[in-house]
């Protein structure tokens, strides 16, 4: 507990500083050069908004958003121009599929645009229809990953989702009859509410288990320090200290049954489509408003205006907002940290990628095995049973800073209007 307790305050403040961009600057991303990529696109449209996300987020208005997937083609076809090449795409909100037909063009425009292999597209239960499951399948999406969160209830109505997506049954229903549908149809869930005990954990695993889905993706709550007041307020204080207990019995209950595609990833097959776009790619392009990106070194962020976003790209400029060049350790460390992240990492191959810095790598590679967070097969290291939830804490606290950013950005803009 005191060394779980430990990592979680070192990584909070290591990752706080980290994420201090510099903004109302002259940001010149670099120029591409044909190394394969993936690109993120965001959708920040959302039909209502759930109290507990921290994500960039905004409530749907219909001519807004189709001026947004304008704007969106603008962005990606500079990418184009700026030499990049992406080979698979993320899309990620918000709900990306509040106007399927924008997003299937979209898609088609990519696939146009790149040699696209993988595309990952989020959506939520009440999508889960035959129009836009035709449309995501004609666009060629390869995994469809659908926010349950959970089946329980008590919790849907206390986050706001029971009327908009309908009963645990409802949802379980609906997952059923799209089984097969696409190469991977990932559920996500989340642990770790306030009132979430073992039990509800248990019952949603029940259900995930009869489903046999192809992936599920388990994640801890993840909010800001805005967005932990709206869960606090609607259903009661956060509480990191059963976290471990109830991320155990999910591993001890999908482990069986799944690999580990990531810490707090589990899939049916060894490998599948985008599991998690930050360990499938080493760096990726952020298109969208708010949207966040990382290449060669640099990570950077759009604006979350979304009237400057749209307005920029009219004029033919990336809507950059704020950026950060990582020092050679800083990017050490971010590509250490999200490779493990998938559980395994060719030690051989972080070394040849930073020559100068292999005494560094190895003192980091020896303090974790001395922690026991890894254990040695050659020139692989793997996470331990230990270190699989060190990690979840590390990328717990790695999103959090990330969304304290976005909650700064936003706060920026309301002060202006």
């Known amino acids: 507990m005191f060394l779980n307790t430990l990592v979680s305050k070192l990584a909070s403040f290591s990752f706080a500083r980290v994420m201090r961009f510099k903004e109302n600057e002259e940001i010149i991303l670099p120029p591409g050069d044909g190394k394969e990529r993936l690109l993120y696109i965001h959708i920040p449209f959302c039909e209502r908004l759930c109290p507990y996300c921290s994500f960039h987020r905004l409530p749907f208005q219909e001519e807004l958003a189709r001026r947004y997937f304008v704007a969106l083609k603008r962005e990606i076809e500079i990418y184009k121009k700026l030499g990049y090449t992406f080979t698979g795409t993320y899309v990620g909100g918000g709900t990306p599929t509040v106007l399927i037909e924008e997003l299937e063009d979209l898609l088609h425009f990519v696939r146009y645009l790149f040699p696209i292999k993988e595309i990952s597209v989020e959506t939520n239960p009440n999508h889960l229809t035959d129009n836009h499951l035709a449309a995501l399948q004609r666009a060629k999406v390869n995994r469809l990953s659908v926010g349950v969160q959970s089946f329980d209830d008590g919790l849907?109505?206390?986050?706001?989702?029971?009327?908009?997506?309908?009963?645990?049954?409802?949802?379980?229903?609906?997952?059923?009859?799209?089984?097969?549908?696409?190469?991977?149809?990932?559920?996500?869930?989340?642990?770790?509410?306030?009132?979430?005990?073992?039990?509800?954990?248990?019952?949603?695993?029940?259900?995930?288990?009869?489903?046999?889905?192809?992936?599920?993706?388990?994640?801890?709550?993840?909010?800001?320090?805005?967005?932990?007041?709206?869960?606090?307020?609607?259903?009661?204080?956060?509480?990191?200290?059963?976290?471990?207990?109830?991320?155990?019995?999910?591993?001890?209950?999908?482990?069986?049954?799944?690999?580990?595609?990531?810490?707090?990833?589990?899939?049916?097959?060894?490998?599948s489509a985008i599991d998690e776009y930050i360990v499938d790619y080493d760096e990726y392009a952020g298109?969208?408003?708010?949207?966040?990106?990382?290449?060669?070194?640099?990570?950077?962020?759009?604006?979350?205006?979304?009237?400057?976003?749209?307005?920029?790209?009219?004029?033919?400029?990336?809507?950059?907002?704020?950026s950060r060049h990582f020092t050679k350790r800083e990017q050490i460390l971010y590509d250490f940290l999200m490779k493990l992240f998938s559980?395994?990492?060719?030690?051989?191959?972080?070394?040849?990628?930073?020559?100068?810095?292999?005494?560094?790598?190895?003192?980091?590679?020896?303090?974790?095995?001395?922690?026991?967070?890894?254990?040695?097969?050659?020139?692989?290291?793997?996470?331990?049973?230990?270190?699989?939830?060190?990690?979840?804490?590390?990328?717990?606290?790695?999103?959090?800073?990330?969304?304290?950013?976005?909650?700064?950005?936003?706060?920026?803009?309301?002060?202006?209007?």
């Open 287 to 322: 298109a969208g408003s708010g949207a966040i990106g990382y290449l060669k070194g640099m990570c950077y962020a759009n604006t979350f205006d979304l009237l400057q976003y749209i307005a920029l790209l009219e004029k033919g400029r990336l809507p950059l907002k704020a």
């Open 343 to 417: 559980t395994r990492i060719d030690q051989r191959a972080l070394k040849e990628k930073y020559p100068r810095y292999a005494g560094f790598l190895e003192l980091v590679f020896l303090t974790c095995l001395s922690l026991g967070a890894l254990k040695s097969d050659g020139p692989y290291l793997y996470l331990t049973a230990k270190g699989r939830y060190l990690w979840v804490i590390l990328m717990r606290e790695f999103f959090i800073a990330v969304n304290n950013f976005r909650d700064y950005c936003r706060k920026q803009i309301s002060l202006k209007s």
């Open 156 to 271: 849907l109505k206390a986050m706001d989702r029971y009327e908009k997506y309908g009963s645990g049954e409802t949802i379980y229903q609906r997952l059923s009859s799209i089984h097969g549908s696409f190469a991977t149809i990932n559920t996500d869930m989340i642990f770790n509410f306030p009132t979430q005990d073992e039990a509800m954990i248990d019952r949603d695993l029940d259900r995930l288990l009869s489903l046999q889905m192809e992936q599920i993706t388990y994640y801890p709550l993840m909010v800001s320090a805005t967005t932990k007041m709206a869960v606090e307020k609607s259903l009661g204080m956060v509480d990191y200290k059963k976290e471990s207990n109830l991320y155990e019995r999910i591993v001890e209950r999908l482990s069986p049954v799944y690999n580990f595609s990531s810490a707090w990833c589990f899939s049916l097959k060894k490998s």
